[in-house]
């Protein structure tokens, strides 16, 4: 069964630091999108993906975010300067139609 | 917009007995429901969905939840839990806006198997 993958699965950084989290989506999928889980709270949106631009974004998903398909298969997202509050779980997913297969998860810890 | 609610943050249960999680959610359009399941550091699984149709929707590990479009509920139930089931299970809803779905997640409840 196809499934979505993530790399790394876990990232450890300094604050200020630049961090880019990688996605490989289903080959046959569409749409994009990448969630985050702040350890004890629930999943949160950040940003969907299709047609080679954001189709939407959360209010989280501020300027230090960025999400880009360099190669056609990859889907990254990018945090300029890490801030200690990004430390969380981030989901990637993708979709055909109407429901997301997610990723495993990285787990950034921001120190 | 669109929102879900998990009643329950926690739902303690002995082995072999039977357990519902309660999931409301709130939306002015048509909905499409899910319920995912993450087991201790792993990523989301999705357990179940409905989409359209029959109102009864299985899933997987033996797990099963009714839409229920005048309560806005959408209850997940188990008639016999085992150990391995101990996780967390989320309830989601999506609208198709646009050619695209974002999924707006419940809190999540913590289902904890007591042998």
């Known amino acids: 069964e196809p499934e979505v993958t993530q790399t790394p699965s876990h990232q450890v950084t300094q604050m200020g630091q630049e961090v880019i989290l990688r996605c490989v989506p289903i080959?046959?999928?569409?749409?994009f999108y990448w969630y985050r889980q702040i350890l004890g709270q629930k999943v949160e949106f950040l940003v969907s993906?299709?047609?080679?631009?954001?189709?939407?974004k959360s209010e989280i998903f501020d300027d230090q975010f960025s999400v880009e398909r360099p190669d056609g298969s990859n889907f990254t997202l990018k945090i300029r300067s890490t801030k200690l509050e990004d430390s969380a779980m981030y989901f990637c997913?993708?979709?055909?139609?109407?429901?997301?297969?997610f990723g495993p998860g990285t787990r950034l810890t921001v120190l | 917009a669109q929102s879900v609610t998990q009643l329950d943050s926690q739902v303690p249960v002995f082995e072999e007995a039977p357990v519902e999680l309660r999931c409301n959610y709130s939306?002015?359009?048509?909905?499409?429901l899910f319920w995912y399941v993450q087991y201790p550091n792993q990523g989301l699984q999705l357990l179940l969905k409905?989409?359209?149709?029959?109102?009864l929707v299985k899933g997987i590990n033996g797990f099963e939840a009714e839409f229920n479009k005048s309560q806005t509920s959408f209850h997940l139930r188990k008639p016999s839990v085992h150990i391995s089931d101990t996780a967390e299970y989320f309830c989601?809803?999506?609208?198709?806006?646009?050619?695209?779905?974002?999924?707006?997640f419940g809190t999540g409840t913590k289902l904890q198997v007591i042998p």
């Open positions: 997913a993708s979709s055909e139609k109407v429901w997301g297969i």
């Open positions: 080959s046959n999928h569409l749409y």
């Open positions: 993906f299709y047609n080679n631009e954001i189709s939407e």
């Open positions: 939306s002015s359009v048509s909905v499409y």
């Open positions: 409905y989409l359209s149709g029959s109102t």
């Open positions: 989601a809803v999506s609208s198709p806006s646009g050619g695209y779905q974002k999924v707006t």
